[in-house]
């Protein structure tokens, strides 16, 4: 994940700002697979409070149901504006998600498009950005995503 803040830098300038003014954000890292009829993933991340500078070390499992095929490796950034949606993610919790996508990624050659929609509001206390390392997938799904925190042992 040391060079997730970087590549997103590279690919979208303003977001280094962006994360300086934010509240706090969620560096993600995870692995979707998908066959004809069901589609599983999950990850780990870090949610990082820019005033306080703590870390809360999250999971994340996705289940999707609809057609397709496919495999990918993503890196979301989540970008909070709001302090109090920013304490709610990181709690943990549950959405569900709809879209249509296809995306290809070798190396440094890619392409993706799609469109989905979240339960979570569109630009309403924070902004979601997405690095897609390699894989090859086209579907059209519905998903439930569940982000909880990890109880790290001492």
């Excluded at 969620?26 to 697979?33: E, F, P, R, Y």
């Excluded at 924070?126 to 569940?146: C, E, F, N």
Aim: aromatic fraction near 8%; charged fraction near 25%.
């Amino acid at each position: 994940m040391e060079r997730t803040l970087p590549d997103l830098y590279k690919q979208e300038p303003k977001t280094k700002e962006d994360i300086a003014n934010s509240v706090g954000y969620v560096i993600l890292s995870g692995n979707i697979t998908k066959i004809p009829w069901f589609g599983a993933g999950s990850g780990y991340g870090v949610a990082i409070n820019n005033k306080t500078g703590e870390k809360t070390y999250l999971e994340v499992t996705r289940f999707d149901v609809g057609g397709g095929y496919g495999a990918r490796s993503l890196r979301p950034v989540i970008i909070f504006q709001d302090e109090k949606k920013f304490k709610t993610f990181i709690k943990g919790v549950w959405t569900m998600s709809a879209g249509a996508e296809a995306s290809a990624k070798v190396k440094e050659t890619g392409a993706a498009g799609g469109g989905g929609s979240s339960d979570l509001p569109v630009d309403k206390g924070y902004s979601v950005h997405l690095i897609t390392d390699a894989g090859v997938s086209a579907t059209i799904t519905v998903g439930l995503i569940h982000v909880a925190p990890v109880k790290l042992k001492e």
